[in-house]
């Protein structure tokens, strides 16, 4: 009886081990997912950001009214940034650009000063490009306004079609998540189906037998959610090792995000699956038992 009893404990061990593993790969997946969700939306807003609107300003403009010009420009709702680049720096950028001195063929330097607008994600698009255009232009400092269009509606179109992709794998990762966690589960309950049939015949209810089952599997989904989110924190530190740029678009924020979606995930899922799969064998008969 007691070695049966070590055997029974060993083997419902191994089970809960088993299951926790794979509630941790199925969690590692769905974090992953999340984390790429909010990714392509932090991407979104960096490259609209990192768009400029340059404003090519006259030869004659003072440093004051260049000033005057940014600080108006600087509190502007449209405006993220603004970046004031001379004629001797736009000289000195384009000679190291393209190896030659264009001033060695010409008597003068041929670049204006110029300041370039960083927009707000929000104003990075067609129709606000074109009133804010208009905008600078009435400006008697500025002769010109340039702007890639085609590339903003380019960059629209595609993080469009990004999200959504990542919209419909997200929808097919949960489903595939909660199929794998649901198998898990229902072969972990099966193997004590006539543990249940034994506590329903000495007249324990449906939610006496149902709360050592919910506790545990909860309890494997806690732990599966903090390994998962301890192989994603690992993912993301060797994501910033290999491209410290990628800080900017992983942030605390983010990662809080997925840290939180990643426990609810594996609370509810495991849940759930425990109390379906409880019920189901709680409403078969002792000849049902069997057959199975």
């Known amino acids: 009886m007691k070695k049966r009893r070590k055997t029974t404990g060993r083997r ?9 593993i794979s509630t941790t790969m199925v969690l ?3 974090g992953l997912m999340v984390l790429s969700m909010l990714t392509a939306r932090g991407l979104s ?4 950001e990192n768009l400029t609107v340059t404003a090519m300003l006259t030869d004659t403009i003072a440093t004051e009214d260049t000033q005057r010009l940014m600080d108006v420009l600087t509190h502007r709702p449209y ?40 927009l707000n994600a929000d104003y990075a698009n067609r129709d606000s490009l074109r009133w804010i255009g208009k905008e600078l232009k009435r400006n008697v400092w500025v002769t010109d306004v340039a702007y890639q269009e085609n590339l903003m509606d380019d960059v629209n179109r595609n993080l469009r079609k990004i999200s959504l992709i990542l919209l419909g794998l997200a929808v097919l990762m949960t489903f595939i998540s909660f199929s794998l966690i649901n198998n898990s589960v229902r072969l972990s309950v099966y193997s004590r189906r006539f543990t249940i049939h034994t506590m329903k015949l000495v007249g324990a209810s449906w939610g006496f037998i149902r ?9 494997i989904g806690l732990v599966a959610a903090l390994l998962a989110c301890g192989v994603l924190a690992a993912l993301v530190y060797a994501v910033h090792n290999y491209e410290p740029n990628m800080t900017a678009l992983i942030t605390t924020r983010e990662m809080a995000i997925t840290g939180i979606a990643v426990f609810l995930f ?22 049902e038992l069997y057959k199975i």
């Open 12 to 20: 419902q061990g191994m089970q809960g081990l088993t299951l926790c």
């Open 28 to 30: 590692v997946l769905l």
């Open 45 to 48: 807003h960096w490259v609209k």
């Open 79 to 118: 405006t993220k940034s603004v970046d004031y680049i001379s004629k001797e720096q736009a000289l000195k950028e384009q000679t190291e650009t393209m190896g030659t001195d264009p001033t060695e063929f010409l008597d003068e330097n041929p670049f204006v000063p110029t300041l370039e607008l960083h």
């Open 211 to 219: 709360r050592p089952f919910l506790r545990q599997f909860i309890g």
């Open 266 to 287: 594996g609370i509810l899922i495991t849940a759930f699956c425990s109390y379906v799969s409880v019920n189901r064998f709680l409403r078969m008969t002792a000849g």
